[in-house]
């Protein structure tokens, strides 16, 4: 049992009472298990995200459509939103260029200290102005056009897919609540009046040590069957005789390729014998995993099964998530935090909503089957990260985190993603870059400049003297090589093309495809055939 479970479960953890925050936040510190955020279940089996058959609701949501949705949103904000209200009503009303910029900056910062109150109120749960406020930026409905308002209201409300892709409202109530851990690098400090939360930490690292190890279990089980396979079949071939010329009631003896037979079984036994011992050790891992699991839950139980609200953890979070969005933008870009007509461009295929989203990677995945997964003792995990979408007008999606540092074997990595970009794929797109290029780091450790899909690049990147960011220009690359390369439209370097063939493979599909469009990858379909004819790939 992991040491730090194991005191932990020997240890008194009963929660101290906690002071009245009540009057403060007006919301219930404590969280019933019905109220409890739910987590997107971690299939280690799953090998493709669901269809989205549903994008839009039959009917509109009445909130968008209620004259009294500002004042619904901004009231019990204090003087938050006394600030946000003046300094908009100057903003709309100037007519001089540089006092609107002057203003429109003011507005940018008090907007977003008026936003901070209300995802700490977020865990507790929101009436629906302040809900969609949060999760679109919607600050007043008719600040957008009567076609763009009906768009948002018909969005599907709920995860009806159960993936892991987050509304701001959602995702700060999952980590008020302890479901999901913070996404700074520094573990927020647990108190003494949340035990719970510490719990519920152990629990998802105990879960993910339980899950990698059904992961290997079945692995090792698939290849016990595959030597077993062989085997029935090599015995089949070896007590196939046939009646000896003019002596019909005597079979005939073992020929030299049955002979040969007898040595390949004997190796198949051996193999049989190193599997199956294999398969016990990861069989005691497993139990072992799922006992401490079984202890963290009925720890949790016999605290009550009730989770206190950890304000600081959504103040640190909202902090980061802020930090997200300057990163999704850009110096350069448009930092103007209410979705407003003004700068709302986007096509409907290029809002950042989940459904889309969801149907965006799946288009990713099946170009690049190995872009959500992740190796854990030689085998390869598909594990889909967290997407947290930020109401922004950002164009580039980031990487935040790989994985968990307390979890490499199945815990999720971090990805924000602008909801207002100009062209949605291609922001998707670079968040997948930035995530394959975090984890082949990580996977290479010190060795990153040397080996591995990092390596190989970095090695490329200093022999042709290029300048500038060395991950923004495998980033542009990785692009270029899901848009056009797939399509046979070439416009990598052909060492780089090399690289990515090797190291980020095209599905099967595809590398057919492209082999019979160019010589060029024909050449590199027959490497992948040497490599696997040599065991070398």
């Known amino acids: ?199 519920q930490q152990l629990l998802e690292k105990a879960t993910g040590k339980k899950d990698g190890a059904r992961s290997l ?64 050790v990861f069989l005691k891992d497993f139990y072992q995993a799922e006992a401490d699991v079984k202890g963290l839950v009925a720890k949790i139980e016999e605290e009550g099964g009730v989770v206190q609200v950890d304000i600081k953890a959504v103040d640190t979070e909202f902090d980061t998530v802020r930090q997200m969005a300057k990163m999704t933008i850009g110096r350069q870009g448009n930092h103007f935090p209410v979705l407003s007509a003004e700068y709302f461009r986007c096509t409907p295929g290029d809002v950042g909503f989940r459904e889309n989203v969801i149907a965006i990677m799946s288009k990713i995945e099946s170009i690049d089957p190995e872009a959500f997964c992740r190796s854990y003792k030689n085998r390869l995990n598909r594990i889909v990260p967290y997407v947290v979408l930020i109401p922004c007008y950002g164009d580039t999606g980031v990487c935040w985190e790989p994985f968990d540092r307390f979890n490499r074997a199945t815990s999720r990595g971090r990805i924000a993603l602008p909801m207002y970009p100009k062209n949605l794929l291609i922001a998707l797109l670079s968040a997948v870059a930035d995530l394959r290029w975090q984890v082949a780091k990580e996977k290479a450790s010190y060795y990153w400049m040397e080996e591995g899909l990092t390596g190989n690049y970095y090695q490329w990147f200093q022999k042709m003297k290029l300048k500038g960011d060395l991950k923004e220009a495998f980033i542009g690359d990785y692009i270029t090589w899901m848009t ?9 370097d052909k060492e780089v093309r090399g690289i990515f063939w090797r190291h980020i493979p095209f599905s099967k599909a595809i590398k057919e495809k492209l082999r019979d469009r160019s010589y060029t990858y024909q050449e590199l379909y027959q490497r992948d055939v040497n490599r696997a004819m040599s065991d070398g790939y």
């Open 1 to 199: 049992m992991d040491p730090e479970i194991a005191a932990l479960l020997g240890a008194d953890t009963k929660p101290q009472a906690a002071p009245d925050f009540s009057s403060l936040f007006d919301e219930p510190l404590e969280l019933d298990e019905a109220d409890r955020p739910e987590e997107a279940e971690l299939d280690l089996n799953a090998e493709s995200f669901p269809e989205v058959t549903k994008r839009f609701e039959d009917k509109p949501l009445p909130v968008f459509s209620d004259p009294n949705y500002y004042k619904a949103a901004m009231s019990g904000e204090g003087d938050r939103a006394q600030r946000v209200h003046t300094i908009l009503q100057k903003y709309l009303n100037t007519r001089d260029p540089k006092d609107r910029s002057v203003y429109r900056q003011q507005l940018t910062t008090v907007y977003w200290d008026f936003l901070a109150n209300i995802a700490r109120k977020a865990p507790g749960g929101l009436a629906d102005h302040k809900k969609y406020l949060l999760r679109f930026n919607i600050l007043h409905p008719t600040f957008l056009n009567p076609p763009d308002r009906d768009f948002f209201a018909r969005l599907v409300v709920n995860n009806e897919l159960n993936q892991p892709v987050y509304y701001l409202d959602e995702w700060f109530k999952a980590i008020g609540a302890g479901v999901i851990r913070n996404s700074a690098t520094d573990e927020v400090r647990i108190t003494k009046t949340n035990a719970q939360t510490k719990l």
């Open 217 to 280: 279990l079945r692995a090792k089980d698939e290849e016990r069957g595959s030597l077993e396979r062989v085997l029935r079949e090599r015995i089949k071939d070896i007590t196939e005789h046939f009646p000896i010329d003019g002596l019909a009631d005597v079979n005939s003896c073992y020929n030299d390729m049955q002979r040969k037979i007898f040595a390949e079984i004997q190796e198949i036994l051996k193999g049989l014998l190193k599997t199956d011992h294999e398969l016990e």
């Open 484 to 492: 056009k390369e797939s399509d046979a439209i070439q416009k990598l």
